[in-house]
C-alpha cells in the first residue's frame, strides 16, 4: 500500500501514550544500510510523537540477538525492532533463531525497500558477472563471497545466484554489511552482495559493481547492468525493512506508531540522501506488512528446499554457522 498525499496529525486523544522514551533496536552496525534507515526515521518519529526515540545497536546472528531482545521485551509499545528481511529467512535456516516470524511479533510498518548489488574491490580481475562465473566454474567451492550475516538477505541472493549461474561458490557471513563492504573493499573476498547504499563506493572508487538484482537498471547507477543483462536469468533480490513490536502490544499503540510513521515517511519520500542510496521509501500498514512477511517466507522457503540449505547453529561471535557444512 503506497504513500497517500496527505496525512492528519497524531489524534491528542492518544496523549497516554508515549509517556517515556521508546527505543528501536536495530540488528545491525551502524554505518550500514539499516542505521541509514533507523537515523532518519526515528528522528521523524521523535517529532511526530512528543517523545525521545533511542536507537540501540545489537547486531550479530543475522538480526537474531536483535530479534530475540525484542521478543523477550514488555509488550508495552516502548521497545520495538527494525526488521530487514532476515527475520522472514532467519528461522528456515537457524537451529539457534528462536522465534517465530508470524506468531512471535506484532508488525507494526513497512517502511523501505532496497534492492541487492554485486560488488568487486577496486583490484579485483573480475570485471563482469561472465569473469566471476567462468573463474568459480573452473574453480569450485574457492570464489569466495561475502554476505552481511548467515540467513539473511545477502546470504541467499549468494545461494540464487549460485543456483541461476550454476556454480558453486564458498560464502563467507560478516558481522553485517560494514564487515562485509570492507571484506570486498580490501580483497579479504572476491565479492560481496550488499544494498545499492554501497554504490557510494563505487563512486569513490573503492569498489566496483557488477551487477543491479532488479529488472531494470537502477537511476543512480545507470551504467550498472542488471543480472539479465550479465546472462543471469530470475535473480532478482531486495532487501526490505519494517518496524516490528513484541506480541501481544496493545492495538492501539500499534495504530499510534503506524500513524506516525506513516507521516515520517511521507516526508522521507522527498529524502534524496535515501533515494540516493537506492531506498524506495513506501509504507504498509500492520495488517499488509503481515501479509507481506507470509509472502517472503513462501519465496524464501522455496529456494532454501532447492539449495538443500540445513538449519543449523549460528556462533554469534561470528555469525557462521557451527556444524561448517550446511548441505
Known sequence: MLLAAAFVTVHPAWAAYPEQPVTIIVPYLPGGPAD??????????????????????????????????VQRARNDGYT????????????????SAGYDPIKDFQPVSLVAKQPLVLYVGPNSRLHSVADLIERAKSNPDRVTVASSGYGNTSHLAIEMF????GIRVLHVPYHGGVQSVAAAMSGDVDAVFAGADSLRYVNSG???????????????APETPTFVEAGVRNMFVTGWYGVLAPKGTPRDRIETLDLAIRQVLSELT???????????VLHAGPADFQAFIEQELARWKGLILDRHIVPDQIDIRTDRPTGGARR
Request: zero cysteines; a positive charge.
Open 270 to 280: 522527498l529524502n534524496e540522501m535515501l533515494a540516493g542510496y537506492g531506498f524506495k
Open 162 to 165: 549460485s543456483q541461476a549461474a
Open 36 to 69: 541509514l534507515v533507523a537515523r532518519p526515521l526515528g528522528a521523524g518519529l521523535q517529532k511526530r510523537l512528543g517523545t525521545p526515540v533511542l536507537l540501540e545497536y545489537k547486531p550479530g546472528a543475522g538480526g537474531q540477538i536483535a530479534l530475540r531482545y
Open 80 to 95: 520495538l525492532v527494525l526488521a530487514l528481511a532476515a527475520y522472514a529467512i532467519g528461522p528456515l535456516v537457524s537451529q
Open 206 to 220: 573503492k569498489l566496483r559493481a557488477l551487477a543491479v538484482a532488479t529488472d531494470a537498471r537502477l537511476a543512480i
